[in-house]
């Protein structure tokens, strides 16, 4: 593979936004293992829902901790190389959770990969901004696109490799994550390259372009946004498969395919709403994925079968395009601070996800999964907060 040896909008450039939106799917699928797993997991040792909740938690919890963390060091002191460093944290959890024989050694697992994930979001979503050429949407929406296929692919691997074989066969994914780390550490080396080719050249401007008090409120805003759209799709990432199969009778692999439908639409929405962004503004964006989802979230709940794998295609296509506007405005509140954005957004995307998760399990144990559809179908009324986000120069 070429060292590309110059950080322009190019097409050696291009190949580092595929690496990186390549390598976040890879992250990804191996991630989105976990879930996908919890109901053989639940019947391997005997778990309630509560501690299918803890175990969401650890792994989340352990990115949101450590990702703002390290967003903010790697601001001031960049490491190309770290990014290998991370997915063979994941490589191990994948092992630890493959022969894994105890509940304890189950969390203990999930937060080796949610540390792999913590090291790799803020420095990824860094060399992606640096390879957009200036399109920071399209970057930003390519390099999701590949998180959310592979958070997409993740159940029907475990559908029909993990089901089929067994726990033990989670350790044949190390092959994906050896290949992550092959194809990091290629772009390790452009990262550390772009560095010494630019080093003359005096630091990006840190200065707001609104007085701090507006910064600080239109960033709280966006933290209630990403916290409201992770809680309310964590309740379907990681209840889904146990609602349909409650609800309709389904077996686990049709319900595993069902999530599959609405990951691989959010898929489509995470990269379509980047470039609509460039266009149109992010702002824009952001009202329309908010605005659009809640009639179909509030439907969810009452749907049949057929009209529940429509809802949640669409709720997915729709609510994931918020995702990438939301990073990108964050950016341009903060300039000069992408570790850190990235850090905040993708860690508290894992961390608000994770607590929503514990939440909601105790509540599937103690009334019911059916009811904490009902609840949840609420929460995207929160997202008119919207309105109170100032709009910025584009």
Not at 102 to 117: I, T
Not at 292 to 309: C, D, H, Q, R, S
Request: hydrophobic share 55%.
């Amino acid at each position: 593979m070429a060292l590309p040896s110059k950080a322009s909008p190019d097409r050696a450039t291009f190949s580092i936004l595929v690496a990186m939106s390549g390598c976040h799917m890879l992250n990804d699928i191996m991630q989105s293992l976990l879930p996908s797993l919890y109901p053989l997991l639940k019947q391997n040792y005997a778990l309630d829902f509560a501690q299918i909740g803890l175990l969401t938690m650890a792994f989340q919890i352990t990115a949101s901790l450590m990702q703002p963390v390290v967003g903010l060091v790697t601001d001031r002191w960049p490491m190309p190389y770290s990014l290998p460093v991370g997915m063979t944290s994941t490589l191990f959890g994948l092992i630890l959770l493959a022969h894994a024989h105890n509940y304890p050694l189950l969390v203990v697992a999930a937060c080796f990969v949610g540390l792999g994930s913590a090291v790799f979001h803020p420095e990824s979503s860094r060399v992606a901004r640096l390879a957009s050429g200036g399109r920071h949407g399209f970057a930003q929406s390519l390099f999701q696109l590949g998180g959310n296929a592979g958070t997409a692919i993740g159940p029907l691997l475990a559908a029909f490799i993990v089901l089929p074989f067994g726990q033990s066969s989670i350790a044949w994914f190390a092959a994906i994550a050896l290949l992550g780390i092959v194809i990091l550490s290629w772009s390790g080396r452009w990262y550390a390259a772009h560095r010494k080719a630019h080093a003359g050249r005096p630091a990006a401007s840190r200065t707001l372009p609104l007085p701090r008090g507006k910064v600080l409120w239109a960033l709280a805003i966006l933290i209630l946004l990403t916290a409201t759209k992770n809680v309310y799709l964590a309740s379907l990432s990681s209840y889904y498969t146990f609602f349909v199969i409650d609800k309709f009778a389904l077996t686990v692999r049709e319900a595993q395919l069902m999530l599959f439908l609405f990951l691989g639409a959010a898929a489509v929405g995470t990269f379509a709403g980047g470039p609509i962004g460039d266009k149109l503004g992010a702002r824009f964006v952001i009202w329309f994925s908010i605005l659009g989802v809640i009639p179909f979230a509030l439907m969810l709940p009452y749907a049949n079968l057929p009209m529940t794998g429509l809802l949640t295609v669409v709720i997915g296509l729709v609510l994931a395009s918020a995702f990438p506007a939301i990073v990108v405005f964050a950016q341009e509140l903060l300039p000069g601070r992408v570790g850190l954005v990235g850090g905040i957004f993708f860690g508290f995307a894992f961390g608000a996800g994770g607590l929503g998760a514990a939440f909601l399990g105790n509540f599937a144990d103690t009334r019911g999964i059916e009811f904490v559809y009902r609840v949840a179908s609420y929460l995207p009324l929160l997202g008119l907060a919207t309105i109170f986000l100032p709009r910025l120069k584009r």
